[in-house]
């Protein structure tokens, strides 16, 4: 039982032994099963067997076999040793190193172990004589921190008996913020020992003083020749003085009324209105913002009741003041009648509304930004007015011009115009000057100008505005100053050269056929609002040119008709018909009444055959005749 035992602890060092080599060449059992593992014949396992080991080999290799296992176990061995060698010599010098600097650290710390004791020996005697004069000089300081309260208490006494002197020196130099501040000092001290004799002369005595500084301020606050600096020192003061709010309020917002009021007087000379707009922008929009931060900065420090009292007050005055200067606004604005060069209002207008953000960012309860909106959107639709009464002279003039050209009379030698060139000069000037309109108006809603993104310009200005009420209108007033020419009975009718109705009655065709859809598609593009309000369709336009070019071809072959019928009425009329020889030929008024049909005809062949339309007109004409 001895031997056995021996046996196995013996087995029990070795294998703990080979199992440390695995560990050390990094021999890893992981994937190997676990008969494997418990195999003794397997030289790398952990259960290994020399003896069995052996017999198996024995008993399954051959002699020459056996040699080439036991010359291959050798040569493992030796190379095991090599490397074992090899690790030890590479590693000897760090593991020399290692143990010097782990000597040298010994040493290190048990010096560093003395100075420490060393230290915590000299701390204990800092403590202990710190300790003996703390309490040497307990007494002492107790006395010493005393005086120092006295000799506080007496300077402030100092300072209360010398303060009358202090503000009436401070009043004569003229350093008033100084006398409020000294006074600011004392005031609760004096308050709260205002029953003791000594202290109630001095209160008295100061009250007096700062009453009489109170005076002056309100003298100097109430000069009109005060600049913006004296007004917020003097009213910085006088709340320091306890003056009531409301009533510095008051005053301050009356000092500055008279101050704008002036700027609103200097507008009247303005030559043209953007020098107009500056002046009021430089002069009284400016003022009134460095009013109103002042204010601000004075009555409108900290949240409260007080606060909320001076900015109303606040906002009402600019919103009275501004009436004013809004009134002249509008006013200049309606003078504005040229329109050579619409840049110059919109530059104006734009200026005008960029300058009125600064007081309603300023004050956001007063009206600035909306009143200046208004005004900037009644004179847009006011210039969009002048615009189409523009139109309407410009076309009205234009019939003029070929009203004369058709009456005047012919120069010998000389051919007369051509109709077709006319309508070309007329369909083509009153064109050109649309187009010219619209690229004045489409200023306004141009992407560097401050007010184009107002709903209004996004919207209504582009569709309700321009649209229908420029174009449109335009449009219409078209066909209804042709049809002046059908439907008035007077002078005016019977006076109209029949050519002009002729004219007038291929221009309207041309409007129906592409001009109207043309306008109005460039005037869409130009400007896309935003407005999805009904409007006028072009078929509706069309529609109403063409019935005003029937009217107007009505009105000619009618007018012809009335010269041909007046002509062989009057023939007959004239002529003796009982004593008349037998008719042999063709008589001369039927001559000129074939010639004058022939004219006709060849005249609205010229103005009307490249129409399509032409058959239906014809064919009406044909009828009447």
Known sequence: MAATAAIDDEEGKRRKAHGMLKLYYGINDEGKSSEKLLDPTDIDGV?????????????????????????????????????MQTLVYENYNKFISATDTIRKMKNDFKKMEDEMDGLATNMAVITEFSASISSTLQERHQHITKLGGVHTLLRKLQFLFELPARLKKCIELGAYVQAVSYHAKARSVLHQYQHMPSFHGIQTDC????????????????????????????????LSLEEPAHLLCDEFLSHGRGRLASHLSELEGASDILEFVDRGCGGFISDACLLAASYQSLFC??????????????????????????????????EEKNLGDNSLLVRALDRFHRRLQAPSKLVPGCSFNRRGTEIVVRAAQERLSQYLQALKEFFQGCITDVRQALAAPRVPGKEAPALGDLLAVLSGSVLNQIKSVLASVHLF??????????????GAFCSQGVREGLIVAFIKSVCQSARQFCDSPGEKSANTPPMLLLLLSRLCLDY????????????????????????????????????????????????????????????????????TIEPRNVRAVMKRVVEDITGVDVQVSLILCQDHSYTSYHIHTSNQN
């Open 47 to 83: 259960h290994f067997n020399p003896e069995l080991y052996l017999t198996k080999l024995r008993k399954e290799k051959s002699l020459a076999e056996l040699m080439d296992i036991e010359a291959d176990m050798v040569r493992q061995i030796r190379a095991l040793d090599s490397d």
């Open 207 to 238: 009250q007096a003083i700062m009453a009489g500084l109170a005076d002056t301020l309100r003298q100097r606050f109430r000069d009109p020749s005060s600049s913006p600096q004296d007004l917020s020192e003097c009213v910085e003061l006088l």
């Open 301 to 334: 420090k900290e949240p409260g009741s007080t606060a909320q009292m001076a900015e109303e007050k606040l906002t009402k005055f600019l919103d009275e003041l501004s009436e004013g200067y809004f009134e002249l606004v509008e006013k200049r604005l309606r």
């Open 445 to 458: 809603t141009a992407k560097d100008v401050a007010f184009s993104d107002k709903p209004y310009f996004k």
């Open 512 to 579: 129906e056929t592409s001009t109207i859809s043309y306008i109005l598609t460039l005037t869409d593009e130009q400007f896309l609002g935003q407005d999805h309000s009904p409007v006028t369709p072009v078929s509706s336009l069309c529609s109403l040119a063409r019935s005003t070019a029937q009217t107007l071809l009505n009105q000619y072959v009618k007018s012809q008709g009335l010269v041909i019928s007046q002509m062989l009425r009057k023939s007959v009329e004239t002529r003796d018909w009982v004593t």
